[in-house]
């Protein structure tokens, strides 16, 4: 079999997936999860032309505290300036190229290079530069101040770095995952959400792509998951047996193409949420609290938004590599390829700024219930994928990953077939066979 | 036990304790683990990022009470927790083995470790790491109140999950 002029193939005849809408069927070359040259054109084609989660406002509380961290594997100063504007430099000395900022987070006025002292402001500003009388007039240091990436945007807090300056903004580029971020932030009474203190960063040794497909993909729950399943059953939390024989989740959910690449899960609640549907697991005092978490959102939001925000829950990709999950509790987990087969994963918690410290509490207990490397499911979702990457050896003799899974529906597709992830792969597959496609392609 | 008298105590025992944990967890004898752990015992992995953050504030790597021990136990003995399926060969070095307080029946111990995990096909990851302990003393040993575990990489990087007891 060949993916050479196939439907729904790229225009210039290479296309990683063989897309058949008659049949109804969608094989995924794994060429794309191995190869070194998919890599590079990725860095190009995706990483350098995508709005790339960058940070929460909320991590940066007062002027100068900044975080460094690696962006779309750009390292990258992450501050709040001395005018309180958020900001974000390329940390790379614009003398000889060092790395400027060598500390995980703090708060600075001036950032200085350790070679040869030069200083700049937070505002990015070169503030001095050590022996600068053995320069001639042509050295101009206003020209000098730290790069920044070319596009720097937020939506509610959440802040995104582009690459290329021909980018469509990030409001158009978010597009309808606009409005699943605003039921997470609908959360907070005050329309604030806090990073929590603590971040979970671990390497999965397989390609990123496969972290996409993993964190929607709710066909593998009953399989990779059964142990979280039992866990949840010992504590008394009931799951409801399928009532339709072909879903593979107790409840009936449904997978969302967003556009531009953007998909979600949106699935009824029936494994506890912290704001507020309660379980055992949370303990009998935490009942008045959380049924007052939820008459607040009532009356702030009316019943049936309010439902929405309580009782349903997502796991939202925003194309390429930002998960947020809104489930047992709300994380933000970000990756980045560092090679063909591995990836750096960064994870965070996220609640709402004014919460008690009962409740605040009450969510990262229930955040560790699942996810991160010490919870309940994500080390077998790690090991999951650790093991396609193994079986991928064998690529070149076994070349098509089956990505079908209800294909054949006519109307909604729900979370455990594969539509969502089809998604994500054809998008991905546009930008990377393109010579000029656009990051912002329409609907 | 007198709760307002100290107990006596010596390294040498502290550092008996710690081995016979160490060749409990090493080798999968997780039932027998479970009997060094009092009733109200806890299990800690803070983040790498900030060690001495509270649980309450702090999203940790774990942080279990009794219960969630004994569902975590329950969970890693289970075939299907498929990060620990076929089980991980792993082997603790304890060292630098300190009494730092003892308050009533309450002795606290800390050691350094390098804990060794093995997986097939030559995976292997080095946990190194300092273990702080709350041991309460009962007649002839200890039982185990609170046990902590701090990671000196500044990430947990490589070192990927922490699916066994650590």
């Known amino acids: 079999m060949s993916a050479m002029g196939q439907a729904n193939g790229a225009a210039n005849g290479r296309s990683f997936v063989i897309d058949d809408l008659k049949k109804g069927t969608f094989l995924l070359d794994r060429e794309a999860l191995v190869s070194q040259d998919v890599l590079r054109t990725e860095m190009k084609n995706v990483f350098a032309r995508c709005w790339i989660y960058v940070g929460h406002a909320s991590e940066l509380k007062k002027p100068g505290d900044f975080h460094t961290r690696r962006v779309a594997g750009r390292p990258v100063i992450f501050a709040r300036d001395a005018k309180g504007e958020v900001r974000c430099f390329l940390n790379t000395c614009r003398h000889r190229g060092a790395l400027i900022c060598t500390e995980r987070n703090g708060n600075r006025r001036r950032f200085n290079c350790v070679y040869h002292g030069w200083i700049y402001n937070n505002t990015g500003e070169l503030a001095r530069v050590p022996g600068d009388e053995a320069y001639t007039e042509a050295f101009d240091t206003s020209g000098l101040g730290m790069k920044t990436p070319a596009r720097f945007d937020a939506y509610k807090d959440f802040w995104f770095m582009n690459l290329d300056p021909e980018a469509q903004n990030l409001h158009d580029y978010l597009g309808e995952a606009k409005g699943y971020i605003d ?261 | ?3 307002h008298a100290n107990v006596t105590v010596t390294r040498a025992e502290v550092e008996d304790f710690f081995y016979l944990e160490a060749a409990l967890l090493d080798e999968w004898k997780l039932a027998e683990w479970e009997k060094l752990l009092a009733d109200d015992a806890t299990y800690f992995v803070p983040p790498n990022d900030v060690l001495e953050g509270d649980f309450r504030d702090t999203l940790y790597i774990i942080s279990d009470d009794r219960e969630r021990i004994r569902q975590r136990v329950i969970r890693i003995n289970d075939p299907n927790c498929h990060a620990e399926y076929p089980k991980s060969r792993t082997c603790r070095l304890i060292t630098n083995v300190r009494i730092t307080g003892v308050e009533g029946d309450i002795v606290r111990a800390s050691a350094n470790f390098v804990c060794y995990r093995y997986r097939r096909y030559q995976r292997e990851f080095s946990f190194v790491g300092t273990y702080q302990y709350k041991l309460r003393k009962t007649a002839d040993s200890f039982l185990i109140r609170e046990r902590r575990v701090l990671l000196h990489a500044h990430e947990l990087g490589k070192l990927g999950s922490v699916s066994f007891i650590l």
């Not at chain 1, 531009?260 to 506890?272: A, E, S, V, Y």
């Not at chain 1, 991928?392 to 969502?420: C, F, I, K, P």
Request: aromatic share 8%.
């Open chain 1, 183 to 443: 039921l997470i932030v609908d959360q907070s009474p005050s329309g604030k959400m806090q990073v929590i203190s603590g971040t979970q960063e671990y390497d999965v040794n397989a390609n990123w792509k496969l972290m996409v497909e993993n964190s929607v993909d709710d066909y593998h729950l009953p399989s990779t998951h059964s142990t979280w399943l039992n866990y949840m059953a010992n504590s008394g939390v009931k799951v409801e047996p399928p009532k339709d024989a072909t879903l593979v989740l107790p409840t009936k959910g449904l997978a969302i193409d967003l556009g531009n690449g953007h998909f979600t899960t949106d699935n009824i609640n029936f494994r506890g949420r912290p704001v507020a549907a309660w379980i055992p697991i949370y303990g009998e005092d935490a009942k008045p609290e959380m049924a007052a978490i939820r008459e607040e959102l009532v009356q702030r939001l009316g019943p049936e938004r309010a439902k929405r925000v309580c009782d349903t829950n997502r796991n939202l990709v925003i194309f390429p590599n930002l998960v947020i999950n809104d489930g047992s509790s709300v994380t933000i987990r970000t990756f980045f390829p560092d090679g063909v087969d591995k990836m750096q994963v960064t994870a965070w918690a996220l609640g709402t700024a004014e919460e008690s410290e009962a409740a605040r509490a009450r969510r990262l207990d229930a955040f560790l219930t699942f996810y991160g490397p010490g919870g309940f499911a994500t080390p077998d979702d790690v090991e999951a994928l650790e093991l396609v990457q193994q079986g991928l050896a064998n690529w070149e003799d076994d070349r098509w990953s089956e990505m079908s899974r209800g294909m054949g529906r006519e109307n909604e597709q729900l979370n455990s077939d594969e539509h969502h992830l089809r998604t994500f792969w054809r998008h991905w597959n546009k930008m990377m066979t393109e010579s000029n496609g656009a990051a912002g392609e329409a609907k």
């Open chain 2, 1 to 3: 036990m007198n709760a």
